[in-house]
C-alpha cells in the first residue's frame, strides 16, 4: 500500500487561511470516508484534528475544517496563528482493511 | 483523565524480539479499538496494528505483517505489541492509541517508546 500523498510543505501569513490536500486512490480516500488529520509538534505525541473527513473532535478549533472530492481530501486551516505551525498528516482506511498514512506537510507560519 | 502509558523499549540486536506495553486509565477498555503507530527518526508517521474491543479481530500494516502480534489483556488495562525478526528498519518511536467510540480517529495518545534495532 502506498502512502497517500501530502505536499512537503506550505506557509501562511498570520490570518490567511491555508489548504493541505493528501490524493491516494478509490481504494483509500476515494472510497471511503474515513480520513482523519493528525497535527504534530516536534517532540509530540500526534493530536487528532479532524476524522471521518469532516468530523471535529470537541476542543479543536473550529479554524480547521475537513473535505473531499474525488480521491483527495483536504484540511483547510483559517486565521492561521503562529502555534499552527507543525507538521500535519493525513490518514486512510483501505480496501485491504488496513490503513496508510500521507507522507505529512510541514506547516510553516510566516 | 484518559491516559496511555507506553513501555518496553529499547535496544535489540536485528533478529531479536520485544514486547512493548501500553497501559491504559480513564476509560472502559473493553469498549475501544487500540492502535499502534510507529515513527523512525526524523521520519512520518507508519500504522502499525489495529484491534477491535474484545480482541477478536486484529490488522496489520504489510512491513510488519508475519512478525508483529498486537494483542489485550482487559484484567490489566494493558495494550501489546509482540515484535520478532526485527529489522533495522522497524527502530522508530511507537505510539499507542485509543480508537475514537463513534467515528474512526484516534483521539488519545500515548508519549511513545523508543525501540532501537541495531548490533
Known amino acids: 500500500q502506498s502512502a497517500l500523498t501530502q505536499p512537503a510543505s506550505v506557509s501562511g501569513s498570520p490570518g490567511q487561511s491555508i489548504t493541505i490536500s493528501c490524493t491516494g486512490t478509490?481504494?483509500?480516500?476515494?472510497?471511503?470516508?474515513?480520513v482523519s488529520w493528525y497535527q504534530q509538534h516536534p517532540g509530540k505525541a500526534p493530536k487528532l484534528m479532524i476524522y471521518d473527513v469532516t468530523n471535529r473532535p470537541s476542543g479543536v478549533s473550529n479554524r480547521f475544517s475537513g473535505s473531499k472530492s474525488g480521491n483527495t481530501a483536504s484540511l483547510t486551516i483559517s486565521g492561521l496563528q503562529a502555534e499552527d505551525e507543525a507538521d500535519y498528516y493525513c490518514i486512510s482506511y483501505t480496501s485491504s482493511t488496513t490503513w496508510v498514512f500521507g507522507g505529512g506537510t510541514k506547516l510553516t507560519v510566516l | 483523565e484518559v491516559q496511555l502509558l507506553e513501555s518496553g523499549g529499547g535496544l535489540v540486536q536485528p533478529g531479536g524480539s520485544l514486547r512493548v506495553s501500553c497501559a491504559v486509565s480513564g476509560f472502559t477498555f473493553t469498549y475501544y479499538a487500540m492502535s499502534w503507530v510507529r515513527q523512525a527518526p526524523g521520519k512520518g508517521l507508519e500504522w502499525v496494528s489495529s484491534?477491535?474491543?474484545?480482541?477478536?479481530?486484529?490488522y496489520y500494516g504489510d512491513s510488519v505483517k508475519g512478525r508483529f502480534t498486537i494483542s489485550r489483556d482487559t484484567s490489566k488495562n494493558t495494550l501489546y505489541l509482540q515484535m520478532k525478526s526485527l529489522r533495522a528498519e522497524d527502530t522508530a518511536v511507537y505510539y499507542c492509541a485509543k480508537v475514537l467510540l463513534r467515528g474512526t480517529g484516534l483521539d488519545y495518545w500515548g508519549q511513545g517508546t523508543l525501540v532501537t534495532v541495531s548490533s
Open positions: 478509490s481504494s483509500d480516500v476515494g472510497g471511503y470516508n474515513y
Open positions: 484491534i477491535i474491543g474484545n480482541g477478536s479481530s486484529t
